[in-house]
């Protein structure tokens, strides 16, 4: 079964900080990576996705793949108490569904 | 600019009632899904149609049919709810040309919270 595993937090960094998610997977295979962010009560919305290993930037956000390693993770600059939600990561092999991890929650103090 | 369009937002069933959950997207998107959403569970996939005229269980199927009506709409039915179904569910859509090597972002509706009792 494939299995992605997140650390459920919750993860507390003070406001200003980097706030450093993590990822890992069993699916050797898996080619497709997803970080999604959730606010409570509201549905997943796409922060970024990774194909390739090594860094990708996307603003304050950098998602980082190491595949020979099987994980992933997601690095938030200059946190924000508005990025307190919980954070999915998602993982795919080929064009097969996503499969999610439970998710982290991140709470940024201010 | 809709997006996934998801009804009804709320719904409460008694034991053994039916219902039909209703997912629409706008997006022209190949590919779309079923997810239940649990406390301490994470995202499962229910059902999935990777184009249309094509469905294929997920991890979590049982007590659900769906069906994919045309390109733009995907439902999901509980034929004889039961307490276990409580749950958020989400419907999804994606790119997802089977051509392609790597999977495309799915894109969420905003749910429907199902209460059964």
């Known amino acids: 079964q494939k299995e992605v595993e997140q650390n459920s937090g919750p993860l507390s960094v003070p406001e200003g900080a980097i706030a450093s998610l993590n990822c890992t997977y069993s699916?050797?295979?898996?080619?497709?990576f997803f970080w999604y962010r959730q606010y409570s009560g509201k549905s997943p919305e796409l922060i970024m996705f990774?194909?390739?290993?090594g860094d990708k930037e996307d603003g304050r956000f950098t998602a980082q793949l190491n595949k020979a390693s099987q994980y992933v993770s997601l690095l938030i600059r200059d946190s924000q108490p508005s990025d307190s939600a919980t954070y999915l990561c998602?993982?795919?092999?080929?064009?097969?569904?996503?499969?999610f991890g439970k998710g982290t929650r991140l709470s940024v103090i201010a | 600019n809709a997006g996934v369009t998801q009804t009804p937002k709320f719904q409460v069933l008694k034991t053994g009632q039916s219902m039909t959950l209703q997912c629409a997207q706008d997006?022209?998107?190949?590919?779309m899904y079923w997810y239940r959403q649990d406390p301490g569970m994470g995202l499962r996939l229910i059902y999935y149609?990777?184009?249309?005229?094509?469905?294929d269980k997920g991890e979590v199927p049982n007590g659900y049919n769906v069906s994919r009506l045309n390109k733009r709409e995907f439902s999901l039915r509980l034929e004889s709810a039961a307490p276990s179904q409580t749950s958020v569910y989400f419907c999804?859509?994606?790119?997802?040309?089977?051509?392609?090597?790597?999977?495309?972002?799915?894109?969420f509706g905003n749910g429907t919270r199902l209460t059964v009792t």
């Open positions: 997006m022209n998107h190949n590919s």
């Open positions: 999804a859509s994606s790119e997802g040309r089977e051509s392609e090597t790597y999977n495309s972002p799915l894109h």
């Open positions: 699916d050797r295979g898996s080619q497709s």
């Open positions: 998602a993982v795919a092999r080929g064009n097969t569904p996503l499969v």
């Open positions: 149609s990777a184009s249309e005229g094509t469905t």
């Open positions: 990774i194909y390739s290993n």
